[in-house]
T-cell receptor, first 111, second 114 residues
């Protein structure tokens, strides 16, 4: 049973397109996160939701919009994709906020 | 704001030898501390965590880490490395006041020689 799943695993698209990445956790956790890992492997928090409420919104372009339809899902929608958006995006969930369980990642390539 | 430094970008170690990965953090109070491992093309797996109490914590896969408040360090160790330990290792700081977001170090890539 996958605890934190992300779809798709790979996403290749053209500049200017709009795309979404989906994340689901079946752990019953209240808090979910999105992280971006760049080409140098550097990981940075983007957003966090607690029970469908946005609690962390780091300095991320407005083209990125998270959506949490329920506490088991946190999707990431990206408008007008740019070359610099190419990265691996990780979803994570947390039971209490103290440690986080990561998904397998979505590798986004913008051409 | 908190920060994490992993001074070693790459470490090469022979199979069977011991391994120590360094991690230094910057934060005004005692943070939550974590080590994650990322195998090639994979997600991050939690190795161990420190919240409070005993400063020597045991994790999975034979890893341990020691929290030293005076040095603001949380170094990861393994007495005998296996070829399967070749991966990228990330130290992270979590701060409850900051919504429990994790701030990661830049990672240390471990290569294991036969």
């Amino acid at each position: 049973d996958t605890a934190v799943s992300q779809t798709p695993k790979y996403l290749v698209t053209q500049m200017g397109n709009d795309k979404s990445i989906k994340c689901e956790q079946n752990l019953g956790h209240d808090t979910m996160y999105w992280y971006k890992q760049d080409s140098k492997k550097f990981l940075k928090i983007m957003f966090s939701y607690n029970n469908k409420e946005l609690i962390i919104n780091e300095t991320v372009p407005n083209r990125f919009s998270p959506k949490s339809p329920d506490k088991a899902h946190l999707n990431l929608h990206i408008n007008s994709l740019e070359l610099g958006d190419s990265a691996v995006y990780f979803c994570a969930s947390s039971p209490t906020g103290e440690w986080q369980f990561f998904g397998p990642g979505t590798r986004l390539t913008v051409l | 704001a908190q920060s994490v430094t992993q001074p070693d970008i790459h470490i090469t170690v022979s199979e069977g030898a011991s391994l120590e990965l360094r991690c230094n953090y910057s934060y005004g109070a005692t943070p939550y501390l974590f080590w994650y491992v990322q195998s090639p093309g994979q997600g991050l797996q939690l190795l161990l965590k420190y919240f409070s109490g005993d400063t020597l914590v045991q994790g999975i896969k034979g890893f341990e880490a020691e929290f030293k408040r005076s040095q603001s360090s949380f170094n990861l160790r393994k007495p005998s490395v296996h070829w399967s330990d070749a991966a990228e290792y990330f130290c992270a700081v979590g701060v409850k006041a900051a919504g429990n977001k994790l701030t990661f170090g830049g990672g240390t890539r471990v290569l294991v020689k036969p």
